[in-house]
């Protein structure tokens, strides 16, 4: 055997495994000219299929945003219903690109699947659904009544421990699914019915008059929900991440879906980074270095996204509650494109 | 000869790929471990965030967090050396694996978070630009200032950012100009102007190191939107996980009420939430390759970040700072942690 030959297979033995098979999510996405997005079934106000055929939600609308971004194109998408015991495993082996079927961001889901949670797409937590002729303005008046609640979830667990602390003598009717709480709480079993705000939203929008029934201020739990993606890849968790905080830095400057060509000459510094004016902020991840002005010509900023899905504009009329920007009252922050 | 030569090229070859090797495929918590101890790097010593007493031991907010990462490796905040790092070269030293983490960087910025193989691994503290005035002034918001002269830094955002707040508030003010942050101090305390904006981290250090500190005070309002939080190199997401989740343990303890006080009186609470974060259910340090109580163990060595706040800012250090934006998201302000579940 050569020399040569033998400090190849030196070098071979060497060469460190993680190097050989990095990921390059964005690479791939480019070249298979769609983003493919990992989303549940039904889920009004996140990811919905229209009877037109057309996808509708805020997570649908967050890989349009991606698709903007890395296509100036935000309907080269594709969706991939996903149910929750398989998502993991379809973002693992690269079936999706990202997973923005707004899984609860947890200790256990950001640690020990090997992903990646992006940020908080979408503040959720605990909340009560009650008809508008109860005329019970918060949970402490929910004392002495029924409660309606699947045991499915934690939100059982979770009332009691609510109405445990706050000294609320509220009675909690346990079901075995959603839609047997549903049809308990139209029967009139209950006068509330308790879940997280996503859901009741979309549980709402189901009855025969959504208008009648109201959610109560009160949240009860915190629930994050965010994209998420493989562990292992920076640059593509950059291009989410950036995503996203292009959408909120989008909404704190004013610049919407339909005033971002105007916007190109204005003198705020702030809005001329935004928009690849001044500067070049994409390069560094492989985008345009007007990546941000396609996100928002392609699909408008978090409000126009939130306001289109979940909120004044959509049958669901969500209010924004945490979801509004930190400067408006809520938590929603992103650190500036500078 | 050439068969020397030829020996000499293929060591050498090989030792390179060997560095490289451990480079990349030994995790900085393997390395950490090996060492014995953390490496912590920060910006600037910044009095309330790093500051050396007069027997060279550091303390602070930085090094607080630095404590807060070497307990949930080592179950002993002691193991940690603390380096201050002044200029540019932060990103250079996380990157070669001179320091393991950087417990305060400059803010976070897109340009920051993407082009130097770093990542923020979140917010540890709402910063953003106040102003500094002299309590004789007698305003308490920044919206009363007017017909003053306020020091600024020349050449920046800082600058942009007070001639847009001025002007959208039609207030009159005039700019005295400096390139070196340090002679907007001398410049104010002589009285060349009755107003300093910086951010302020900054002019919180700035008010503290004056001798009549309490005359002086930092108005609530913030003209710039900037916060900072520990950064990691990219490539190694465990360690990634690790320092984020001490960050996060320390905002989830403050608010389920777990201090370094009452930890030890908790092992019998019945929450679900407090007995998770103390170990007592679940397994979640191990996909991290920590230990189960890691959790326990930060906040034993530095308590909560409430508890924190209050050691390096709080009143007893005769120089209290608002919470402010780092209140919890529970009590009006933005500090936010997914929860231990």
């Keep these: 055997m050569s020399a040569k030959v033998w400090i190849l ?130 949970a ?162 978090y409000a126009d996204l939130f306001d289109r899905d979940l909120g004044e504009q959509s049958p669901l009329k969500l209010p924004r509650g945490l979801n509004a920007l930190w400067s408006r009252g809520g938590i929603q922050y992103s650190p500036p494109v500078r | 000869m050439r068969k020397m030569a030829l020996l000499r090229w293929l060591v050498a070859a090989a030792a390179l790929l060997l560095m490289l090797n451990s480079a990349f495929a030994a995790s900085t918590l393997e390395t950490v471990r090996a060492r014995g101890k953390l490496l912590c790097g920060a910006a600037d010593p910044l009095p309330g965030f790093a500051q050396e007493n007069k027997d060279g031991r550091w303390s602070g907010f930085d090094v607080d967090f630095c404590r807060a990462v070497a307990a949930a490796v080592f179950g002993s905040a002691d193991k940690v050396d603390f380096l201050p790092l002044s200029g540019n070269s932060r990103f250079a030293l996380l990157q070669t694996g001179a320091v393991d983490l950087l417990a305060r960087d400059a803010p976070w910025t897109m340009r920051r978070d993407s082009g130097y193989g770093a990542s923020y691994v979140g917010t540890s503290f709402f910063d953003g630009q106040g102003f500094l005035v002299h309590q004789s002034l007698n305003v308490v918001s920044a919206y009363e200032l007017n017909k003053l002269r306020v020091c600024v830094l020349d050449g920046g955002d800082e600058v942009l950012n007070v001639r847009d707040f001025f002007f959208q508030n039609q207030a009159a003010y005039s700019e005295v100009l400096y390139e070196d942050r340090e002679d907007l101090t001398v410049a104010y305390q002589a009285g060349l102007c009755d107003a300093v904006s910086a951010s302020v981290s900054w002019l919180y250090a700035m008010k503290r190191a004056l001798p009549d500190a309490a005359q002086h005070v930092i108005l609530p309002e913030r003209i710039s939107k900037d916060s900072f939080g520990p950064m990691v190199r990219d490539g190694d997401d465990q360690w990634f996980n690790i320092v984020k989740w001490t960050l996060f343990t320390l905002i989830d303890a403050e608010e389920v009420g777990v201090t370094a006080d009452n930890i030890d009186s908790l092992a019998a609470a019945k929450t679900p939430a407090i007995r998770r974060l103390l170990g007592l259910e679940g397994t979640f340090g191990a996909a991290m390759g920590l230990s189960p109580d890691f959790m326990k163990n930060i906040i034993k060595a530095v308590g909560n970040y409430g508890e924190i706040f209050d050691r390096n800012f709080g009143a007893n250090t005769g120089v209290p700072l608002l919470r402010g934006q780092n209140a919890l998201w529970t009590r009006g302000g933005l500090l936010f942690a997914p929860p231990v579940e």
């Design chain 1, 9 to 138: 297979m030196l070098l071979a033995l060497l060469l460190p495994p993680a190097a050989a098979a990095r990921a390059d999510t964005l690479a791939s996405v480019k070249q298979r000219g769609v983003v493919t997005c990992g989303v549940s079934e039904q889920s009004a106000g996140f990811a919905a299929l229209g009877s037109n055929g057309q996808w509708s939600g805020l997570g649908i609308d967050y890989c349009r945003a991606l698709a903007a971004v890395v296509f100036n194109d935000p309907t080269k998408i594709s969706v991939d219903i996903l149910t929750p015991d398989i998502r993991i495993g379809a973002l693992t082996n690269d079936r999706v690109d990202v997973l923005a079927d707004l899984m609860p961001w947890t200790l256990s889901n950001d640690t020990e699947h090997g992903v990646k949670f992006v940020g908080t797409l979408f503040y959720d937590g605990e909340g009560f659904l009650v008809g508008k002729a109860a005329a019970l303005r918060s």
């Design chain 1, 140 to 301: 402490r008046d929910l004392s002495d009544k029924q409660v309606c609640v699947s045991t499915d979830s934690t939100a059982q667990a979770d009332a009691a421990e609510y109405f445990d602390a706050n000294n609320i003598k509220a009675h909690l009717l346990p079901f075995p699914t959603q839609a047997a709480t549903l049809g308990a709480y139209v029967a009139g079993n209950c006068i509330a019915l308790t879940a997280d705000l996503s859901a009741l939203v979309g549980l709402r929008a189901t009855l025969p008059t959504p208008n009648d029934h109201v959610l109560l201020p009160d949240v009860i739990t915190k629930q994050p929900r965010g994209i998420v993606v493989r562990q292992g890849d920076d640059r593509w968790f950059d291009v989410t991440r950036w995503t996203l905080y292009g959408l909120l830095d989008a909404e704190e400057l004013g610049v919407t879906q339909s005033n971002v060509d105007e916007m190109l000459g204005s003198d705020n510094i702030s809005v001329r980074r935004l928009l690849g004016v001044e500067g070049d902020f994409g390069a560094a991840i492989g985008l345009n270095k007007d990546w941000a002005y396609q996100l928002i010509k392609g699909v408008g900023n």
